[in-house]
């Protein structure tokens, strides 16, 4: 079974710019999440979809938006780009919500200039 | 929110040796999940063992073991016979079914492994 993959696997952009990730989960997982890691902040969770609704989010700006279609894929979105953003963006997959693993994707690094 | 504490920035190991990592959380659930995630350097984030805070036995894969003290909310993770491929940072990670089922990162223990 082929596993989470993520797309583009690197991202330069400028400040002011938008950006949108994209996420393939494992076939046949329904829960996808997002997570953004820094060398100052860790790893911090973004948000979670499931049967393409939003269950949770994490304390990001509004800047920072997501979905997930039918098929379970998902997408985030970043806004007027700013130098913080700078990361590597990690996305996860699971059969369903509550306490099941979730399998992590390669993650796609983005740089702001 | 959860806290995930891993008070040892950095470790190191002798091939062939055992090494123990630690990782404390704070949580008033009585049901949840704990997990440790190793990050090599090609940043790719694998499950290395998932415990269930219901279950007392603690968890087993291969050379990867756990210590599991519910009550000290004590969760770390014992190596044996380290391989060189076993160099990684990792990360220990509680997920709950109340607190959003997202996981909660400690901050990595980067462990080296010396031939």
């Known amino acids: 079974k082929a596993g989470v993959t993520q797309t583009p696997r690197y991202l330069i952009k400028t400040r002011g710019q938008q950006v949108t990730l994209s996420c393939s989960p494992i076939s046949g997982h329904r829960s996808v999440s997002w997570y953004q890691q820094t060398p100052g902040q860790g790893l911090q969770f973004l948000f979670e979809y499931f049967s393409e609704t939003q269950r949770n989010k994490g304390n990001f700006p509004g800047r920072f938006s997501g979905r997930q279609f039918s098929n379970s894929r998902s997408e985030m979105n970043v806004s007027t780009l700013e130098l913080g953003d700078s990361a590597l963006y990690l996305c996860?997959?699971?059969?369903?919500?509550?306490?099941?693993?979730?399998?992590f994707g390669p993650g796609t690094r983005l740089t702001v200039l | 929110a959860q806290t995930v504490t891993q008070s040892q920035p950095e470790m190191s190991v002798q091939e062939a040796e055992t090494v123990t990592l630690s990782c404390t959380y704070d949580?008033?659930?009585?049901?949840?999940?704990l997990f440790w995630y190793k990050q090599p350097p090609s940043r790719q984030m694998i499950l290395v063992i998932r415990?269930?805070?219901?279950?007392?036995q603690n968890a087993t894969e291969n050379r990867f073991s756990v210590n599991f003290q519910k009550a000290a909310k004590s969760f770390s993770l014992k190596i044996s016979d380290s391989q060189l491929g076993d160099a990684a940072m990792y990360f220990c990670a509680y997920r709950g079914p109340n607190t959003g089922n997202q996981f909660y990162f400690g901050t990595g223990t980067s462990l080296t492994v010396i031939p």
């Open positions: 949580t008033s659930e009585s049901d949840y999940y």
């Open positions: 415990q269930e805070a219901y279950k007392q």
């Open positions: 996860a997959s699971g059969p369903a919500l509550s306490g099941d693993t979730q399998y």
